[in-house]
């Protein structure tokens, strides 16, 4: 995980960094800070910055000045970014490149991208100063070649990409937008910044109206885009929207985008045989491919991670964490991350529950009545007997599912750290994830911001497996396991049995393709940066490409088994939940779907009547 801020001014224009934001790219990435600068000009070429005293030529040149900061996941050394050398190009990186063009990178990731541009770069040049007999290379030839180096790419990320020679721009998010980078542009001043989170947002402005924030907008994850700074006039007054306008250009070549979901592969929309077919059980063979293609997903994510500053000070050897509600979904990668992992290290489950107070008052108020056996006399200490967070549902959930993996995975050491979190406490730190959410600004994106916000921190008492409770404590793994995902891919949703009710295989397959397809339009931008506030990086197993392309050419009845609603689980998710039952984890395997802002408690806090489309206020 890092933090990038790229910021682009006209000549005459002074952009500063604020010390908040500095504090929240920091946050990102509390390994390294770095910043570099380089002089555009539209006319020869752009010169880099040194140590000296600026030229006369300043007043002329736009500036872009780019910013990284660093969370060291990735090889034996910290990869100080950002990433540049003597040609001038600079690239900020931020996120996990798994594979490129199929093949799993060894070492630091983004280093090995640098290497790749750097490569293209030089073939460029050599292009360029060939003989009469060999044709140059085009400018859309060139090009090419910088964008076919993250089409390759498998993996999260989001980037910015300085090209000197060109004079270009590239920049973007992954396919599915795993990792957040927003943009915003001055229609006024010519000014563009990019960058990992917004800044400006005063407290007390959740509508980004203040101090200039208002105007960021998350960049889609549709495509890469180029900004072509060649075409820059000398000065802002010759600015117009589209010279500011970056062209995307499609991830896929060759093929109408349209055909491939989310950029990813084509999704599979037959329908069950006249005949029939056999119904999905534990033995049918997608069970068995969805365990290899979660456990190959996993081994990326959890294997080779460096101890993070802080494992001395801990029992055990803890990297890896997961965002644990005790539901189907995350607890399947719990328990294959334990026959992935290395058996001495640990994993810490983040259950994470709140002080509603809306939810408490109704709590007191049935258990007092309960207590007094409807007689209303006496006085009752409530607060004493009733413990509001152990009654949150995920709570429970979680507890439960917390012992049957210590009775399926003997000998792993999972912690169960309960994150406790009081109103007065969110109320303390509201207005730091309203920041850190926008431009996502409705109750339900606050609701869901303060869960995940909350449960990345990993303070709060630990169970240990041996019983012993720790009341203090706050998990030390830098890595953050999701099982976001899972509902989209293999129907989990209550839409899902409703579009099989109301038109047949045909209606569940467009649903789940409609799913799918906005894998990439999710709010994943807004989660991570709730999350990597903390100096945390969330990885996402369910949604591997591979899996993902997987599951996409899966037929249907083989992922959920709506038309055999008998038998030992539910059909929505049926071959995830039977990979449950197969991994020995019966109870899990059973339980119903929650949302997080329910089953933490973080939804309607003060009044059960707002909507989660509802302006925050």
Known sequence: MCGIHAVLTPPGITHTVSADLTRCLCNRGPDYLGQVERRVTSSSSSSTSTNSDWSSSWDSCWNLKLTSTVLALRGDHVAKQPLTENTGSVLCWNGEAWRINGEPVKGNDG??????????????????????????????????KFLDVFRAIEGPFAFVYWYEAGRKVFFGRDRLGRRSLMMKRGERTGEVVLSSVAEGLKSGDPHGNANGSNGWKEVEADGIYVLNLALLPSSSDGVTPAVLEPVRMDWIEGVDPAEFVSSIGRFNKSLPPAAGYAPLSATSPSVAALKQQLIDSLSLRVLNIPQPPNADRVAHDIRVAVLFSGGLDCTVLARLAHEVMDTEQGIDLLNVAFENPRVVAQLRKDHAKNKNNGNGNGEVDVDSEIDFYEACPDRITGRKTFAELQRVCRGRAFRFVAVNVPYTETLSHRQQVISLIYPHNTEMDLSIGYALYFAARGHGSCTHLDGRVEEQYTSPARVLLSGLGADELFGGYSRHPSAYERA?????????????GRLGKRNLGRDDRAMSHWSKEVRFPYLDERLIRWAMDTPAWEKCDFENEGGEVEAGKRVLRLLALELGMEGVAKEKKRAIQFGARTAKMESGRVKGTTLIS
């Open 504 to 516: 047949g295989y045909a209606g569940l397959v467009d649903e789940l393709l409609l799913d799918v």
């Open 111 to 144: 280093e090995e991208i640098w290497r790749l541009l750097r490569g293209v770069e030089a073939d460029v040049e050599v292009s360029a100063s060939v003989t009469a007999t060999t044709a140059p290379i085009s400018t859309e030839e060139e090009q090419k």
